[in-house]
């Protein structure tokens, strides 16, 4: 489940690397621990104004966040930028896979338009990311 904030950044987050904070590691723990017994295993303030709009303006829309920290290990990323930006790419693909079979239902396009790749550019970036993904898990 994502938790969406509305508040101050360090401190819904539960972050310690910031300017200013009021809280200590343990009350860090706690907060976040609580979090996770709640089934809550992401959160993210910066999509919340955007779903407000949307919403009020009578637009469908919809959030997709990546996760790329576990923050009941750390505040710091310490994942490969190979690998950060294979897992950015990820909701695009998911998007873009939604909007095609979308688009296919409603007849607006066909099978035949389609003439991407889904093979495995790079065999040891493939690894990497799945490695990497996994030990996430």
Known sequence: MLLSLYGY???CQGRLDGAFCD???????EYLQK?????IVNIEMESLAFAALT?????KSAVI????????????????KEVLDEWQIRPQTIVS???KRY??????ISL???SGSSCVKSPRRFKLVQQESESYD
């Open 9 to 11: 950044y360090l401190k």
């Open 23 to 29: 809280f200590s590691e343990v009350d860090k723990m």
């Open 35 to 39: 979090l996770q017994r709640g089934s």
């Open 55 to 59: 919403h009020h303006a009578g637009i």
């Open 65 to 80: 966040c990546v996760a790329i920290i576990d923050r009941l290990k750390g505040d710091q990323i310490h994942t490969p």
């Open 97 to 99: 896979r939604y909007i």
């Open 103 to 108: 688009l296919q239902m409603k007849g607006r």
């Open 112 to 114: 035949d338009d389609y």
